[in-house]
Structure formats: C-alpha cells, structure tokens
C-alpha cells in the first residue's frame, strides 16, 4: 500500500496556471506508476495524466496535452502536475493515483492507492 498526500490546490482565473504536488510513501514506490485523476462534479473519475516512477515515461489525457506537465522527484519521492493555461472545464477534484503499469493507468481500476483529492476552481 502506498500513502499519498496532495497538495496545491486552490482558486486560479482562467488563462492561469497552478501547480499540485503528490508526496508518496510506504511500500513499493519505486515501481509504482504515478498519476493523476479528477472528477468534476457530477462526473466520473477521469485521467489525466500518469508518469513511470523508474525511467520517467508519461502519458497525458488529450484534454490537457500540451497545458499539463507530470514530472517526478525521485529523492523526495513527490510527483508534481504543473497545470498552465487553466480553463473553467479544469474545475474539479485533483486526485493523486499509484499504479502498476502504464497500461493500465489510465483508467481507475488500474489505481491501487489514492490520495485524498483537492479542490481546483477556475473561474471565468
């Protein structure tokens, strides 16, 4: 089981940028794939980006390809989502993930950890 805290969140106009930190901890870490996903509300859970916790291989939804940049500190043990030119459609619940595989990480069943979510808002 791997424990992750996230950090960051909060009120951004639309256009702007914001930055979301995830610190990990526990068990199997090192192999872990790491990720994010958010639900807006009234919606599903849906991906947004992943990053490999060894070689540092990522994936991003399309909705953010581009805007979002996953990157990783190894020695802290933190994943980071650098979000810049936020629109309104980027309002919700940020959750930090921990996977197996690459694979499979971009849909929630793939998730084995979560962190407990934080609120984004872009107001427009």
């Known amino acids: 089981q791997v424990g992750l805290a996230e950090s960051g969140g909060g009120l951004v106009q639309a256009g702007g940028s914001l930055g979301l930190s995830c610190a990990a901890s526990g068990r199997t870490v090192s192999n872990a794939v790491m990720g994010w996903f958010r639900q807006a509300q009234g919606k599903e859970r849906e991906f947004v980006a992943a990053i490999s916790w060894s070689y540092g291989g990522t994936s991003y939804a399309d909705s953010v390809k581009g805007r979002f940049t996953i990157s990783r500190d190894n020695a802290k043990n933190t994943v980071y989502l650098q979000m810049n030119s936020l629109k309104p459609e980027d309002t919700a619940v940020y959750y930090c993930?921990?996977?197996?595989?690459?694979?499979?990480?971009?849909?929630?069943?793939?998730?084995?950890?979560w962190g407990k979510g934080t609120l984004v808002t872009v107001s427009s």
């Open positions: 993930a921990a996977g197996l595989s690459m694979g499979t990480m971009r849909a929630t069943i793939g998730v084995k950890s």
